[in-house]
Nanobody, 126 residues
Framework: QVQVEESGGGLVQAGDSVMLSCVVS?????????MGWFRQVPGKEREEREC???????????YYTDSVKGRFTISRDNAKNTVYLQMNNLKPEDTAVYYC???????????????WGRGTQVTVSS
């Protein structure tokens, strides 16, 4: 059984930095999967989660949504079955529940992700 667990969220002030971690267990071929970080705000459905960043299986190709470019960095450690999201210079509009997804293909839509964690709340106060 595949388990995905995010951690590292919390309440921070604007301008602060936070690193989110996502550990995937139960997938022996973690290094064959793309990973993505998505965020969801109240009132939005799961399918409307915003793709924040993605990383391919080897870690050499990344994607960022425009609003986080230059502030967020996605990375992965395949030896630890872990993906990270370093978030710098946080803004109140970054407030959301952040979810980690596992995808055999990669992409920016939720439908190509087969495993999800329960999310971690990030709240940025002004």
């Amino acid at each position: 059984q595949v388990q995905v667990e995010e951690s590292g969220g919390g309440l921070v002030q604007a301008g602060d930095s936070v690193m989110l971690s996502c550990v995937v267990s139960g997938r022996r071929t973690f290094d064959k999967y793309a990973m993505g970080w998505f965020r969801q705000v109240p009132g939005k459905e799961r399918e409307e989660r915003e793709c924040v960043a993605t990383i391919n299986y080897s870690g050499d190709t990344t994607y960022y949504t425009d609003s986080v470019k230059g502030r967020f960095t996605i990375s992965r450690d395949n030896a630890k079955n872990t993906v990270y999201l370093q978030m710098n210079n946080l803004k109140p509009e970054d407030t959301a529940v952040y979810y980690c997804g596992v995808s055999p293909f990669g992409g920016t839509t939720t439908d190509v992700y087969v495993d999800w964690g329960r999310g971690t709340q990030v709240t940025v106060s002004s």
